[in-house]
């Protein structure tokens, strides 16, 4: 069994940083992605970054050279530090983890914006 732990939310005046992490523990091999997605108050919800097991990362336009996705393997933590923050930004913020065997999710953590 898989566990995923998110912290590092709140509130947040446009401009500023956060900075999330997931604390992973478990079962943990295999691993294809490791994904950050969030979602709004009635919208879906979209993929915000992604890091593959070699390393390589991907984002959503919207959050390229603001957001930066990374993990501490020794820690079995992922982060997603959140620049320039804006009120677009606000929602809940899911950790994803992809392993050949399952898919898991975290249980959220929610980053609002606003002055």
């Known amino acids: 069994q898989v566990q995923l732990v998110e912290s590092g939310g709140g509130l947040v005046q446009p401009g500023g940083s956060l900075r999330l992490s997931c604390a992973a523990s478990?079962?943990?091999?295999?691993?294809?992605?490791m994904n950050w997605y969030r979602q709004a108050p009635g919208k879906e919800r979209e993929l915000v970054a992604v890091i593959t097991s070699s390393g390589g990362t991907n984002y959503l336009d919207s959050v390229k050279d603001r957001f930066t996705i990374s993990r501490d393997n020794a820690k079995n933590t992922l982060y997603l530090q959140m620049n320039s923050l804006r009120p677009e930004d606000t929602a809940v913020y899911y950790c994803?983890?992809?392993?050949?065997?399952?898919?898991?999710w975290g249980q959220g953590t929610q980053v609002t914006v606003s002055s």
């Open positions: 994803n983890l992809n392993l050949f065997v399952g898919v898991y």
């Open positions: 478990g079962r943990i091999f295999g691993i294809k992605y």
